[in-house]
């Protein structure tokens, strides 16, 4: 094995800008990744430069974390269940049964995905809140409370079933319908084929997404923060109020890891176990074809369910619009524009902020991400699935440990960069680009590798031939790596609220401390701003993606 | 311009995909060397290690030992854009997303021509490969042979030192096959450009080689002109791979040989021992079929019509089966199944396997 890896420098070393970014990454991945987490887990077990388990103890006799381990935990069994049946039937409905509006009906229930994290939250507190339009206007309720257990599972449902809607999508989508008739053809009843060919077919594509889903609520942090309330304590909130709150950066550190064990376990069940159970039973193209096994009303049962989600989707958003619109939700509801004028007077340097720092991630992120599912696909080096593993290991850690973990490693010396754009731009990055590298090396992988073995022969250099075949040729996955990049940068919290400053802020964190201050109108004109500025945004990588590919000739194939 | 391509002790071991500890040796001690201006086809069946080898030679794969030289040149260090082998690909790697006439000048855009240059250069292969006029098609607009004809263009444009082809025609339907194969030939030899060729057909590596390479499980078995391989094989398996042969068991006597007690002189003497046990292969078409008198008598056991051949498969008496080629076979009629007839083996095709 070691002459192999020799062998493999020594191809690499012939290279040498090959080299030169294999290094790089590494290097940056190390510094990047791995430092900020080995801090996080160095920190929780010191006390004053004593290495102590005590803060680990603190697990055991107070009542405030244990019930917030297992708030978290429940909360994210509760949503992540709850979330595979809406996602699941809609994706049924939408994928096997002949209804009508089913593109409308995709595009409607993928919409929360691109949306601000509080878009949900907001909607609910003007719905079901203390002052709720539901609650108090039109149910007279005086003392009913939305924070808490349901509150926060309510909010994280309509955020997070979206997720499990497209993973199954692809699940469901992949699974012949010849089965199906086969089982029918043999007689079983449409039911028995349901429980015993295509539940069991689409299982593994369950377990998938209820681990996907699981892991996003642990990791949320916008929901909890805003419904969650006191009296109900959850792990990422309670870490970051350990430390922007008591300064208390061990017990913030302990809790962290606390909450990466739960995500990582679930990330990697998922991915190295789970993975490798999922059925296709077709190759190429998926043949979506009209499933047999639901009955009519069953059929427009489901669909009346997967209309209801639907229906609660555009309910949520034109609550946001209206809200924003409106003088004092609760009190006075005469139509205003104060709330925007606030957002462009106020609040405009916090608008520039973000879009700075998402113009610097998109590319960034993009490119990287598609360097190195090359690198990953196309070339051998010592190390590469360590790369591959380090580059994604950001996507199953908890974005409140990656900002603790940022803020333990990057505040002091050998390198400072808290208050930095610098800081926000690199955590975004690194924390984007796994969907990138992800969807990068799916698409590689079909594409024949002796069309790059062709531009290499004809003199082409590694990064001429990423630049000018490769490059074009991953052209789809690149657009969603830099869609993704821009969204999430636009969207985060969880991380970037660590690392905010009064230099460099963002909207999501405004979002945030004006619903702490009370002023929801203010919060929903900014989440609109953040989801137009999105749409747009979408819009114009769409079109540079299709210039830079049509610059070429772009040939569909 | 055109350049020797040696190769000395060349092997390739490849880690088994299954288990990592576990080796495939897909080349082994190859020794070959390429005149300047010659096309050499590597021929086997599928498995042997042609494409590995042509890989190696490429630079896309990493040699476990040995050395390639372009002539005087060691090129195991250079990497694959710096050597200067073209390659034509079995898939045809053609840039899906550019032009004909892009994925044509793609390797010379890449060496910064001036302009007017490149334009001619492109124009004359453009020209002789009959592309001229599909230059601002896509790929996916053209039939395999035009797509072929790209592949070639866009590697023969670059006026390589080493030409590099793997199976390039094996998409193709047998008509275009033949076709294309004297088009390759012919601006090869135009060109003088050196050249590797790897293929599985041997008529093909018949047709256009000057020399054929035959390899089984990584090893070469021979190297030698088209006639020297099929007349005079080196192995067994070269004399059943390339064409038919009947083995025939025989015994060396006095320079000559002698089979089931019938003595015959050789064209070529062997330098096997006096009295040793040979074998000897016979082709099909080099004995002569009679009804009336022969060497050896024999019974018909099959016979097939095929046109321009009738193939006889006999029952030699104390010998065994033989296969016997009998051309235009529309004139003589064919002799039926379980009828006794006589044979006998031309004495220039009878060869000693060494
Ligand atoms: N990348 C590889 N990894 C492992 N084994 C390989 C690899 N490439 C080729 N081989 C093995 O090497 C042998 C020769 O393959 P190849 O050169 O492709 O044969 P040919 O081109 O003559 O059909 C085969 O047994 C093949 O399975
Ligand atoms: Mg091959």
């Known amino acids: 094995m070691l002459t192999n890896a020799r062998s493999q420098l020594r191809i690499l070393a012939r290279d040498p800008i090959l080299l030169a970014l294999v290094g790089v990454i590494f290097a940056a991945i190390l510094v990047f990744v791995v430092y ?23 697990l055991a006799e107070r009542r405030l974390y244990k019930n917030a381990l297992a708030n978290s935990l429940s909360v994210g069994a509760m949503v992540g269940f709850l979330g595979v049946v809406i996602g699941y039937i809609a994706a049924f409905v939408l994928t096997r049964l002949d209804v009508p509006f089913k593109k409308l009906l995709h595009l409607i229930t993928i919409l929360p995905i691109i949306s601000p994290p509080f878009v949900s939250a907001v909607s609910i507190l003007f719905l079901f809140g203390f002052n709720g339009l539901i609650t108090k206007q039109m149910l007279g309720l005086q003392d009913f409370s939305i924070y808490g257990f349901h509150g926060v599972v309510w909010s994280q449902v309509f955020t997070f079933a979206p997720i499990a809607y497209l993973s199954l999508r692809g699940v469901l989508a992949s699974i012949s319908p010849t089965l199906e008739d086969a089982a029918l053809n043999i007689g079983a009843t449409r039911w028995q084929t349901f429980w015993k060919v295509t539940f069991p077919l689409t299982l593994p594509g369950i377990a998938s997404a209820f681990l996907i889903v699981f892991i996003e609520s642990l990791a949320d942090f916008g929901n909890p923060l805003v419904l ?9 909130p309670q870490a970051y109020l350990e430390i922007t709150g008591s300064f208390n950066l061990p017990r913030g550190a302990m809790l962290a890891v606390i909450l990466i064990i739960p995500s990582i376990t679930a990330f990697a069940i998922q991915r190295y176990w789970l993975a490798k159970r999922q059925y296709v039973t077709v190759t190429g193209k998926p043949t979506a074809s009209t499933s047999k096994i ?55 340097k916090t608008v520039i902020d973000t879009l700075i720092i998402a113009i610097i991630t998109t590319p960034i992120s993009g490119i990287l991400g598609m360097l190195i ?9 010592p190390g590469k699935s360590a790369m591959e593993f380090g580059s994604i290991l950001s996507y199953a850690v908890p974005g409140t440990v990656v900002g603790i973990g940022y803020i333990l490693a990057f505040n002091d010396y050998p390198i400072v960069l808290t208050g930095t754009l610098t800081i926000l731009v690199l955590c975004f990055v690194f924390r984007y680009v796994p969907v990138g590298i992800q969807s990068g090396i799916a698409v590689l992988r079909q594409i024949d590798p002796s069309i790059e073995e062709a531009a290499q022969n004809l003199g082409a250099s590694s990064l001429t031939t990423f630049r000018k075949v490769t490059l074009p040729l991953i052209a789809p996955a690149f657009f969603s790596g830099l869609v993704y990049a821009f969204v999430r940068a636009m969207t985060a919290i969880s991380a970037a609220i660590f690392l905010v ?57 | 311009m055109a350049e020797a391509v040696v190769i000395r002790g ?3 071991q490849f880690s088994s995909p299954d288990s990592p500890d576990r ?23 599928s498995g042997c290690g042609k494409t590995t080898l042509l890989r190696m030679i490429a630079g896309f794969e990493e040699p476990t030992s040995g050395d390639i030289m372009f002539g005087d040149r060691r090129m195991n260090d250079v990497a694959p854009n710096r050597r200067d082998a073209a390659m034509v690909f079995q898939s045809y790697a053609i840039f899906p997303h550019l032009s004909v006439y892009e994925n044509v000048v793609f390797g010379l855009r890449l060496k910064s021509l001036p302009a007017a240059d490149l334009k001619a250069k492109a124009d004359r292969i453009l020209e002789i490969t009959g592309l001229t006029a599909m230059q601002n098609r896509s790929p996916n607009q053209l039939s395999g042979g035009q797509q072929q004809r790209v592949a070639l263009a866009r590697a023969i444009v670059m006026e390589p030192k080493v030409l590099l082809f793997d199976e390039p025609l094996s998409n193709l339907d047998a008509k275009l096959r033949e076709t294309m194969r004297v088009e390759i030939r012919e601006l090869q030899q135009r060109l003088g450009i050196t050249a590797l060729y790897v293929t599985h057909d041997q008529i093909e590596a018949m047709s256009i080689s000057d020399r054929i390479v035959v390899m089984n499980g990584g090893v070469v078995e021979q190297v030698g002109a088209p006639w020297e391989v099929y007349a005079r094989p080196a192995t067994r398996f070269v004399a059943d791979f390339i064409g038919k042969a009947n083995f025939v068991p025989g015994k060396v006597v006095d320079g000559g040989v002698e089979i089931a007690g019938q003595k015959f002189s050789l064209a070529h003497p062997t330098d096997q021992p006096n009295g040793s046990d040979v074998e000897l292969v016979l082709r099909p078409e080099a004995v002569a079929l009679s009804a009336d008198s022969g060497v050896f008598a024999a019974t018909v056991k099959r016979a097939m019509f095929l046109g321009n051949v009738a193939e006889y498969l006999l029952e030699v008496d104390g010998i065994g089966e033989w296969l016997v080629d009998v051309s235009n076979p529309g004139e003589v009629g064919l002799h039926e199944r ?8 031309s004495q220039a095709s009878l060869h000693v396997l060494p």
Not at chain 1, 373 to 381: D, G, M, Q, S
Not at chain 2, 25 to 42: I, W
């Open chain 1, 228 to 236: 969650a309330g006191a009296a109900f304590p959850m792990l990422a």
């Open chain 2, 23 to 45: 080796t495939v040796h897909a080349v082994r001690d190859v020794n070959l060397t390429v005149e300047p201006g010659q096309l050499v086809t590597l021929l086997g069946p």
């Open chain 1, 294 to 348: 639901v009955s009519d009303p069953v059929k427009w049962l489901l669909y009346a369910f997967v209309l209801l989600f639907a229906l609660i989707v555009v309910m949520f958003y034109a609550v946001i619009i209206v809200g924003a619109f409106t003088q004092v939700w609760g009190f006075d509801y005469t139509p205003t524009l104060a709330h925007f004028a606030y957002v462009f007077n106020v609040g405009f």
């Open chain 1, 36 to 58: 900020p987490l080995a801090m996080v887990f160095i920190t929780s077990f010191q006390d004053r430069g004593q290495w102590t388990l005590d803060h680990y103890g603190l």
């Open chain 2, 338 to 345: 379980g009828s006794r007839i006589f044979v006998s083996p």
């Open chain 2, 10 to 12: 060349l092997n390739k």
């Open chain 1, 373 to 381: 599912a090359y690198l990953v696909v196309r070339k051998t080096f």
């Open chain 1, 501 to 557: 400053s009064a230099n460099w802020n963002l909207m999501t964190v405004q979002i945030l401390n004006q619903v702490g201050s009370g002023r929801l109108g203010v919060a929903a004109a900014y989440s609109i701003l953040v989801i137009l500025i999105v749409l747009v945004a979408i819009g114009v990588i769409n079109a540079f993606v299709n210039r830079m590919t049509r610059h070429t000739n772009m040939v569909r194939f």
